[in-house]
């Protein structure tokens, strides 16, 4: 492989229906629906914008603290909090079409009623470039409930959202890494309609307040993000990778440079999702396009598309 | 260039320039004040953008720093651009690893720096009576705010409380920007024996005060709205809520307050505070999400 020059890279993503001009995304609930984030660079920028769950019904969340920084990380206990779904379609989705970028709308149900009527309605406005069904968010009242702890749940939740979202419309399901195995969940989410797959969710964790001698987080215990988690996720999107080939899987979990998306897509991710570290850096989800494509420019990629799963092959190093 | 011409084009640039900017500032000086630090930061373009109440935050370490969050800090005093860049310049107590870290930064060192944030203290039309009450180190903003004040011929009565001495901040500069100034300290190290809100009764009667100004612990901002409020005089609270990103994102911020509407909502500190109107904010239940609040379950909401 011979260096390229990063101009010449070619970064458009192809994901199921979804046709992004490159593979770099915010991650759901870190970059709420994009407005606060256009002050620090231009949101069309981005492959797409996966704007924060939105539920059926406005939500007030969780008590404060909701959040305790750990060890290259941080746990959240937001519970997502809201403005609900009606909201969302007047206000949020129209700035986000009004500023030429490409939504992913996250949505969060409760019940699988909840899951198809969001789905009937995000996925019937024009522009919606895909849907994000997180069936994995650990702050909700119930951690039983949560569906993509259980393969026949997560299967049901996805089958509710693809049978009530248009056709073109791709829907990806959003998976949790607390479970024996992913690549049992993920089998059954494909099966179950998803176009594609989101890996990963934040972790279950707790921080003790050393003072009060009692759980920090309002909510007790929180999900666990940030670049600690990384190595999780590469392992996840790996596994599931292997598992599944050419299921379009987006990566997620920790990323912080390009170089962090690189290793995502070596391990089989097609495109990548920005999260807690736009909190440190507010412009990171642009920063890491460029340095994505320079990463790639070095090694001899040429194009985005061939670098993902690279690190399956048998030969390091074999030409592309 | 004369003053007057200086000024006015600042006036200008402040109206074209609006939002916050992400600028990889370099360290001018670090000061011990007391038991606090004071920082100064080279960040061309927040000084002609901030008006007294806004807040930065900083960033902790490099690019590779394992304190992700960044800290927020109110804004104690601008400088735009001249000879040297533009300067912002907070005023840090360091108890914890993120604060240590920036309280620990010398001469050229790179600090980034997003700011400026948040919504600034509102200021009156009219030439009233203002008092402005800072616990520790929250008393940095007011400087600016008193100044401000007086330019607008209001008056801007002054009262700083701290636990001890060494956590007053800016008792000698509050003489110069202040029309009055009283200091309580809970060990009597300094001024009055007490809390700020000893005195305040007094003093909002003797100079017939209609707008009451704070930023500092959440109780003592509290306890202040009460005062103010049983004074009959508007009260303007900037508070203090452990935030992750300052820009609006993270969620994380939020604390109860009431609308126009009278409906209680968990709004973000970072962007719709950090100054709220004090008789708005749910004191009793911060930390809480009130029964009632905009977006609780239905179950939860029952008288």
Redesign the interface.
Known sequence: MTALTPADVDLTTVLADAHLDNPVMTAS????AGQ??H??FDVSELGAVVT?SVMR???????????A?T????L?S?GL??P?ITAFLARDLPWLLQHDARPIVSIAGSSLGEYAELARRVGNTPGVAALEVNISCPNVENRGSVFACDPFQAARAVAAVRRDTPRGVPVFAKLSPDVTSIVEVAEAVMEAGADGLVLINTLLGMHIDLTTLRPLL?GGTGGLS??AIRPVAVRAVWQVAAALPGVPIIGVGGI??GADALEFLLAGASAVQVG????????APRRVIDELRAELAVRGFAKASDAVGFAHRSTPGGST | MTRGTAVSRRRTTAQAAR??L?VDGEVFSVKRVGDYFHLTIVADGIAERTRPGNFVAL?VGD?T??????RAFSIYRVKPAGIYGGTVEVIVAAHGP?TSWLASRHRHDRV?V?GPLGRPFALPKQPVACALVGGGYGSAPLFGLAEKLRERSCTAHMVLGASTEARLFGALEAKRAASSVTVTTVDGSVGIKGVVTDPLPTLLARHDIDVVYSCGPMGMLRAVTSVATQHGAWSQTAVE??M??G?????????PVVGDDNIT??VRSC?EGPVFAGDKVRWDA????PAG????PVSSTRP
């Open positions: 609930g870190c970059a709420a606060e984030l002050q620090f924060k019904d406005p939500r007030s969340g969780r008590p404060t603290p909701r959040m920084e060890p290259s990380g941080m959240n937001i909090q809201g609900g309002g940030g670049p912080r440079t807690t570290v736009i909190f440190n850096d507010p412009s | 939002g916050p992400q960033s690019h720093s394992a304190n992700l969050l960044r993120g980034n997003v809520e452990a992750a990103c820009v609006g994102v993270c969620m994380t911020c939020v604390l909502r968990m962007v911060i930390g809480t999400v609040t905009y977006g609780t």
